[in-house]
T-cell receptor
């Protein structure tokens, strides 16, 4: 059972455009939703995270939108740059379960064309 | 502030062997989590250590085991290696329920 579904699998955006990646979850106990950026040969880097008591969080060019009733959240990258080309993962965590293990989506390979 | 470090960077083992991977947590972090990332997939949670005890485990068999030391560093041990164990092994550290920060990973190849 895949608890976090991520789409699209790959995405091509022109420089300066908006990149949008979507995730949907099933477990209503999830209470923390981070996004990670991973470059080839590197570990994932924490970009931005949100908790379900807010509907939107913005940090620089990165924004998370969260819809609790639909059990969906998305990452928006404004003014996308070639340096943003990477694989992006959404994740979720049930903090009340004891361990803080993250459940990841399968990733989105983002290419920003110059 | 020192980030999460992992050793070794790469490792090649043969089926049936045992392997130990090491992780040093970020300064000030007391919790370490281990993940397995197969090629082209998202990381999968193996287990987490807090105060030198395992306090949660994902869907991995007992031949995956670990340790956490008083300085919060950690080891991941895998016994009886199988071909499917070939993956990038990631360590992440955190403070309480804060964000998890990943190291660069150890690439394990099982032949």
């Amino acid at each position: 059972q895949q608890q976090v579904k991520q789409s699209p699998q790959s995405l091509i955006v022109q420089k300066g455009g908006i990149s949008i990646i979507n995730c949907a979850y099933e477990n209503t106990a999830f209470d923390y939703f981070p996004w990670y950026q991973q470059f080839p040969g590197k570990g994932p880097a924490l970009l931005i995270a949100i908790r379900p008591d807010v509907s939107e969080k913005k940090e620089g060019r990165f924004t998370i939108s969260f819809n609790k009733s639909a059990k969906q959240f998305s990452l928006h990258i404004m003014d996308s740059q070639p340096g943003d080309s990477a694989t992006y993962f959404c994740a979720a965590r049930d903090s009340g379960g004891g361990a803080d293990g993250l459940t990841f989506g399968k990733g989105t390979h983002l290419i920003i064309q110059p | 502030e020192t980030g999460v470090t992992q050793s070794p960077t790469h490792l090649i083992k043969t089926r049936g062997q045992q392997v130990t991977l090491r992780c040093s947590s970020q300064s000030g972090h007391n919790t370490v989590s281990w993940y397995q990332q197969a090629l082209g997939q998202g990381p999968q949670f193996i287990f987490q250590y807090y105060r030198e005890e395992e306090n949660g485990r994902g869907n991995f068999p007992p031949r995956f085991s670990g340790l956490q030391f008083p300085n919060y560093s950690s080891e991941l041990n895998v016994n009886a290696l199988e071909l499917d164990d070939s993956a990038l092994y990631l360590c992440a550290s955190s403070l309480g329920q804060g964000g998890q920060y990943f190291g660069p990973g150890t690439r394990l190849t099982v032949l």
